[in-house]
């Protein structure tokens, strides 16, 4: 059992240069689709495609919330013909992309979504995301995000609801 903490943030859309210019600096393209569930336990089920610099490799994952922060998060490498058979059970889907890098000692993660969610509700914006080791832990944005407001807990930009507003 893996466990993830985290705080989420909504931002402006940043300025890629700038993100592409900090060391450690990563791009994936992600299309993330959502399964039916097996169970209430299991009722965050995903498979995903994952593009980086020219290399595809896919996972599988089932989520089950703990609390606001954090999750119980277990995600296993798959096959292409694996995640080709599980596609058959989508529910949603969306698509994005991720941006990252650490920072002060963690790792900032920010997705630019492709699909128009939300009647343009993220347009212009991005979501940012900061695992932590613990909910009380401390850490920094850095003062090139321009931070909206913080969503940790807000379920209407978890990416399954996300999701759920594009039509398959």
């Not at 920072?103 to 969610?117: F, L």
Request: hydrophobic fraction near 30%; proline fraction near 3%; charge should be neutral.
């Amino acid at each position: 059992m893996n466990i993830e903490t985290e705080r989420k943030f909504l931002i402006e859309s940043p300025d890629i240069s700038i993100l592409e210019n900090q060391p450690g600096f990563r791009k994936r393209n992600i299309v993330q689709t959502y399964l039916i569930p097996l169970s209430k336990s299991e009722k965050n089920r995903r498979v995903r495609c994952i593009s980086e610099n020219g290399h595809v490799s896919y996972t599988y994952a089932v989520k089950r919330k703990i609390s606001v922060l954090s999750r119980e998060e277990n995600e296993f490498t798959i096959s292409e013909s694996e995640y080709e058979s599980l596609k058959r059970e989508a529910v949603s889907e969306l698509t994005k992309t991720r941006y990252s890098f650490p920072y002060s000692g963690h790792t900032i993660e920010i997705d630019v979504y492709a699909e128009n969610i939300g009647k343009k509700k993220l347009k212009g914006k991005a979501v940012l995301e900061i695992e932590l080791k613990s909910e009380s832990e401390q850490f920094e944005i850095p003062d090139f995000i321009n931070v909206l407001a913080e969503i940790t807990g807000n379920g209407n930009y978890s990416n399954m609801k996300l999701a759920q507003k594009i039509q398959l």
